[in-house]
């Protein structure tokens, strides 16, 4: 039997964990376009991630043009050129060169408004966890549905805000990307030995 928490009204608690962990990134689509309905449900998601407190600075815009998604895989490519004069792993044949499709699949930009941040005593970037979450959240649904899809943050960002009218204050994330996988993934994490720590950082504290 499936185990839930008492009153909490949620998944099953063994639901949620092999859907995270079976989580990829897909680059590479087919020509089969993602129902309205799917994207409804997919941006629905987004909409539903958490934000310091509920201030919801993020903003979806859902690219259907071919010309503006043409306009953005040409970026895409350019944005790859240029990190690549500096970096050879983003020339052809490196190990991060591939420039991700922009044609075929949903996509869905992520932009984030500064001011809708709180003001804590340091320089506060909550409006960018959120967009985080919600891109983590967008994600996972579109795996849930059977769909694959992969966030694409390497762009040339003023003049990607430029091909989508995003205004110059705020911060252009990415492309969400999703539609059905013309791929198979698999990936490996570490394991929580390495990452997790109990009480402190290890290593000896630093004298008074």
Same mark, same amino acid.
């Given at each position: 039997m499936t185990a839930t928490p008492e009153g909490a009204g949620g998944p099953p608690l063994? $639901?949620?964990?092999?859907?995270?962990? %079976?989580?990829? $990134?897909?680059?590479?689509?087919?020509?089969?376009? =993602?129902?309205?309905e799917l994207v409804s449900e997919i941006l629905e998601a987004a909409r539903w991630a958490p934000s310091p407190a509920n201030r919801q600075p993020t903003r979806f815009i859902h690219v259907r043009d071919a010309a503006i998604k043409q306009r953005l895989q040409d970026l895409a490519h350019e944005s790859k050129d240029l990190s690549g004069y500096w970096d050879p792993i983003f020339r =052809?044949?490196? %190990? %991060? $060169?591939?420039?991700?499709?922009?044609?075929?699949?949903?996509?869905? $930009?992520?932009? &984030?408004?500064?001011a809708k941040s709180l003001t804590n005593v340091h320089a506060d970037n909550g409006f960018e966890w959120a967009a985080a979450m919600s891109i983590y959240a967008m994600w996972l649904r &579109?795996? %849930?549905?059977?769909?694959?899809? =992969?966030?694409?943050?390497?762009?040339?960002?003023?003049k990607a805000k430029a091909i989508l009218?995003?205004?110059l204050a705020w911060t252009f994330l990415g492309t969400f990307t999703c539609g059905y996988a013309a791929e198979a993934k698999s990936g490996e994490r570490l394991p929580l030995a390495e990452l997790v720590s109990t009480d402190r950082f290890p290593g000896d504290p630093r004298p008074a």
């Amino acid at each position: 039997m499936t185990a839930t928490p008492e009153g909490a009204g949620g998944p099953p608690l063994d $639901a949620l964990g092999p859907l995270m962990r %079976s989580r990829r $990134a897909i680059r590479r689509f087919d020509d089969r376009p =993602v129902p309205e309905e799917l994207v409804s449900e997919i941006l629905e998601a987004a909409r539903w991630a958490p934000s310091p407190a509920n201030r919801q600075p993020t903003r979806f815009i859902h690219v259907r043009d071919a010309a503006i998604k043409q306009r953005l895989q040409d970026l895409a490519h350019e944005s790859k050129d240029l990190s690549g004069y500096w970096d050879p792993i983003f020339r =052809v044949g490196g %190990s %991060s $060169a591939t420039v991700n499709d922009l044609l075929r699949p949903t996509v869905i $930009a992520v932009c &984030a408004d500064p001011a809708k941040s709180l003001t804590n005593v340091h320089a506060d970037n909550g409006f960018e966890w959120a967009a985080a979450m919600s891109i983590y959240a967008m994600w996972l649904r &579109a795996h %849930s549905l059977g769909l694959g899809g =992969v966030f694409v943050q390497h762009w040339i960002t003023e003049k990607a805000k430029a091909i989508l009218n995003v205004p110059l204050a705020w911060t252009f994330l990415g492309t969400f990307t999703c539609g059905y996988a013309a791929e198979a993934k698999s990936g490996e994490r570490l394991p929580l030995a390495e990452l997790v720590s109990t009480d402190r950082f290890p290593g000896d504290p630093r004298p008074a």
